[in-house]
């Protein structure tokens, strides 16, 4: 069995790192600072996966590389940069699986780059969270070469529960963007919508009811909503990568005329990373809306 070579093992990457070793995968997990106070090193370590400070040793002694960072100039670092796995002429490592929501032109950028080094790429990002990534029902979407894409079918097949061929390198980030995008831009519609309820005298419960049996429900409507009911807002996906996300999506609407409703989302969200939610879950962009919705009594 390949070994597998896995840097970015935070909330979502520790989950699938132990997923893969628990499938019998050799995983080595690259970490910048290995502290044993640090309860994901502990999960690791309970589940035996190899941890190494040092990035040359995963791009010398592993076949796959897997990616799991938080934009794309830290992959375009990590793989090209002056240190990344481009520069090591010893390295064994073949195939790159990025799992990153990354930038698509980024992605099919460093795809050229690997490619004149014979190195197969692969854009995988994923949806789903801390909770999915552990239990192997991840969902991805995968772009790249397609033969590349059914060679690697039972590897998707143990960190998701459901993957699906985007197209050529960088549809897949195309592909995820358009997802985050839509939730995204529903969680802050639903969000502006209940502050709005907030401040006027209509029932709560009725609301909520009232939409969930009509047609202005949706997955995303429930899913903030059960948030707001409960105040729970435990950190699943941070606003400031969200809105990393919708910075590269901008960058698609914008060379297609743009779109105004995107744009109205762009604004929320800038809101909110200027009022300092960046380090907060991203659902938590309804206390910023709150705080900036008046009354209409």
Do not use: W
Request: with cysteine.
């Amino acid at each position: 069995m390949e070994r597998i070579g896995f840097i970015g093992a935070g909330m979502m990457g520790s989950g699938i790192a132990r997923t893969l070793q628990a499938a019998g995968y050799p995983v080595l997990v690259y970490k910048r600072a290995i502290s044993e106070d640090d309860a994901i090193i502990r999960e690791l370590r309970n589940q035996n996966i190899q941890l190494t400070t040092n990035l040359a040793q995963v791009f010398e002694t592993t076949d796959v590389l897997l990616l799991c960072l938080p934009d794309s100039p830290t992959v375009e670092t990590i793989l090209l940069g002056r240190s990344g796995l481009a520069a090591h002429e010893k390295r064994t490592v073949h195939t790159v699986i990025d799992l990153t929501t990354a930038h698509p032109d980024s992605t099919k950028r460093v795809g050229i780059e690997l490619e004149k080094l014979k190195i197969r790429f692969m854009d995988a990002p994923m949806t789903g969270g801390p909770k999915q990534a552990e239990q192997g029902e991840l969902g991805l979407a995968v772009g790249g070469p397609k033969e590349l894409f059914e060679t690697y079918t039972p590897l998707f097949a143990t960190i998701a529960k459901h993957f699906y061929y985007a197209g050529p390198l960088g549809c897949a980030n195309v592909l995820k963007l358009i997802n985050n995008y839509l939730s995204i831009m529903n969680t802050c519609a639903a969000s502006a919508a209940y502050a709005l309820i907030e401040q006027s005298d209509i029932e709560k419960d009725s609301f909520y009811e009232f939409i969930s049996k009509s047609g202005g429900d949706s997955k995303g409507f429930q899913n903030i909503m059960t948030r707001i009911r409960k105040q729970e807002f435990p950190m699943g996906f941070a606003l400031k990568l969200a809105h990393k996300d919708i910075g590269y999506m901008k960058d698609l609407f914008d060379r297609s005329g743009g779109f105004p409703i995107f744009t109205g989302t762009c604004a929320v969200m800038d809101q909110a990373m200027d009022d300092g939610y960046g380090e907060r879950d991203m659902r938590e962009v309804y206390f910023d809306i709150k705080e900036h919705v008046k009354s209409i009594s």
